[in-house]
């Protein structure tokens, strides 16, 4: 998976960078490593709100807000 990570990032693609480190802080909570989930559900929060926090969408007329990762999990 830090592969699959790391090819998003080399092209620059930060949804699919969110969605990769996402599905591996779901598959680190599963597995029962707390510590590891929370890191990547760390840098999910920072990498998000760095991107996509200021972007408006006008067809909705609302922003868009990350939430908590752990509600998504």
């Avoid at 969110?18 to 707390?34: H, M, P, Q, S, V």
């Avoid at 989930?37 to 408006?56: I, T, V």
């Amino acid at each position: 998976m830090v592969v699959v990570t790391a090819v998003y990032k080399r092209i620059e693609d930060v949804a699919g960078q969110c969605d990769a480190l996402f599905k591996k802080a779901t598959i680190a909570r599963l597995r029962g490593d707390e510590d590891l989930a929370e890191d990547w559900a760390r840098r999910y929060c920072e990498l998000y709100e760095s991107h996509f926090s200021a972007l408006d969408d006008e067809e909705l007329g609302t922003r868009v807000s990350s939430g908590s990762i752990g509600d998504k999990i």
